[in-house]
């Protein structure tokens, strides 16, 4: 059986460590359980749609779910994405605006459980707070309406690399970095002028975050993947 004990004696990395002390204290008898932020107002009902389903030729790269991200560990049971409707309907017209010039859309995450952005704040060392959103407010992801997001070629479907990695906590991130190649700010900027024209707006200190025009409209969310039910769209987002 899995032992989040066994991970604090294993983990070596400092990151590791904090991630696994973290898990480590939620097991623990008589702690508090932490509140997602209180909030007030009239939200619409959420609508979150699974981008899998509404246009194969966005592919994923759920890193969550993998251990491929900056945590080192595993914080999804299922390789998913979802996005509130008008902003998932947004990301397939912006996908499409994107095949004339031989690349995709390659999703890295959508919606996130807010349990899970609270355990980014835990584990981010404070220099580095402004990488990851603070659980007191909520994040974007959280309300269906952020999405992390590359691209691949259409011909080879491999990955475009950009300035920086996903995730890459450094200055490089930046939307507006100088560094890197012609071609990786050449692609950085077709990725970012095709989200703006349908509603998204970059986050200046990462390249690959996007968040969607209406998000203030959405509550914070703290649904696991298997307890989102969404209706089928086939058709959604089509001119």
Not at 67 to 91: C, H, V, W
Request: glycine share 6%; proline share 8%; hydrophobic share 40%.
């Amino acid at each position: 059986m899995f032992s989040v004990f066994s991970v604090v004696r294993k983990a070596n990395q400092p990151a590791a460590r904090r991630l696994a002390v973290f898990l480590a204290t939620l097991c623990l008898p008589g702690l508090p359980a932490a509140a997602q932020p209180a909030e007030t107002g009239d939200f619409r009902a959420p609508d979150l749609v699974e981008l899998a389903r509404l246009d194969p030729s966005i592919h994923l790269d759920i890193r969550y779910a993998t251990t491929n991200n900056f945590t080192g560990r595993k914080l999804y049971a299922e390789a998913r994405a979802f996005l509130q409707r008008p902003a998932a309907e947004a990301l397939v017209r912006a996908n499409r605006a994107l095949k004339p010039h031989g690349y995709g859309l390659l999703i890295f995450d959508g919606y996130r459980p807010w349990s899970v952005t609270k355990l980014f704040w835990e584990v981010t060392p404070p220099d580095k707070h402004k990488f990851v959103a603070d659980p007191q407010k909520g994040s974007r992801h959280n309300r269906g309406c952020a999405v992390d997001v590359g691209l691949y070629r259409l011909r080879t479907g491999k990955e475009v690399p950009m300035p920086s990695a996903f995730d890459e906590m450094s200055d490089s991130a930046a939307a507006d970095y100088k560094g890197g190649t012609t071609e990786q700010r050449r692609t950085r900027a077709l990725l970012r002028q095709a989200l703006e024209k349908q509603g998204f707006r970059v986050n200046p200190d990462e390249w690959w975050h996007f968040d969607y025009q209406d998000w203030r409209l959405y509550r914070v969310l703290d649904l696991p993947f298997d307890k989102i039910h969404a209706a089928p769209t086939p058709d959604a987002g089509r001119p």
